[in-house]
T-cell receptor
Framework: EAGVAQSPRYKIIEKRQSVAFWCNPI?????LYWYQQILGQGPKLLIQFQNNGVVDDSQLPKDRFSAERLKGVDSTLKIQPAKLEDSAVYLCASSLVPGRGRTNEKLFFGSGTQLSVL | AQKVTQAQTEISVVEKEDVTLDCVYETRDTTYYLFWYKQPPSGELVFLIRRNSFDEQNEISGRYSWNFQKSTSSFNFTITASQVVDSAVYFCALRAGGTSYGKLTFGQGTILTVHP
């Protein structure tokens, strides 16, 4: 079974430039997440989609970050304009929709995009 | 507010040693869920376990075991007879019962290095 695919693997930009990350979740996974992992810290949820609707974006800096999920499958996360503090690994994850009897709440993560803002 | 603290930043052991990774959490919710994830050098986080706040039974899975103690708000993870392949960053995480499925609050992580 194919895992969560992310691209690019690495990205280096200068501050005030824009950047976009792409994620393709596991086939059949209705829920998709974007997490930000700053060096030395645990991941922090930025936004969560279920199908193509937003479930939670309370921690997304909406003045510069945006995300969409095309047709409930692939997703893109954009930063415009980037700041130095946006340097981090951006992780995409997916999961099945929670349901009765589904107790493991297992998220499947991609390998991430490492962003360096200079 | 929720918080997860992993006080051990780095642990180094020699192969076959047992090692325990500590996790302490804070939450005001009576219903919550605790997790452990492993992050190998490849970068993707790998799910290890989920426990709910009403189930304090310890769990063993092969060389892995977890000790959940509500009285001390701890959810510690032990690897028995460690192997080089266990080298990774390990994260403890928490989700409050009222928050959305998958909205995890992670600790800072513990870097485990197992030397041959």
């Amino acid at each position: 079974e194919a895992g969560v695919a992310q691209s690019p693997r690495y990205k280096i930009i200068e501050k005030r430039q824009s950047v976009a990350f792409w994620c393709n979740p596991i086939s059949g996974h209705a829920t998709l997440y974007w997490y930000q992992q700053i060096l030395g810290q645990g991941p922090k949820l930025l936004i969560q989609f279920q199908n193509n609707g937003v479930v939670d974006d309370s921690q997304l800096p909406k003045d510069r970050f945006s995300a969409e999920r095309l047709k409930g499958v692939d997703s893109t996360l954009k930063i415009q304009p980037a700041k130095l503090e946006d340097s981090a690994v951006y992780l995409c994850a997916s999961s099945l929709v929670p349901g009765r009897g589904r107790t493991n709440e297992k998220l499947f993560f991609g390998s991430g995009t490492q962003l360096s803002v200079l | 507010a929720q918080k997860v603290t992993q006080a051990q930043t780095e642990i180094s052991v020699v192969e076959k040693e047992d090692v325990t990774l500590d996790c302490v959490y804070e939450t005001r919710d009576t219903t919550y869920y605790l997790f452990w994830y492993k992050q190998p050098p490849s970068g993707e986080l790998v799910f290890l376990i989920r426990r709910n706040s009403f189930d304090e039974q310890n769990e063993i899975s092969g060389r892995y075991s977890w000790n959940f103690q509500k009285s001390t708000s701890s959810f510690n993870f032990t690897i028995t007879a460690s192997q080089v392949v266990d080298s990774a960053v390990y994260f403890c995480a928490l989700r409050a019962g009222g928050t959305s499925y998958g909205k995890l609050t992670f600790g800072q992580g513990t870097i485990l290095t197992v030397h041959p």
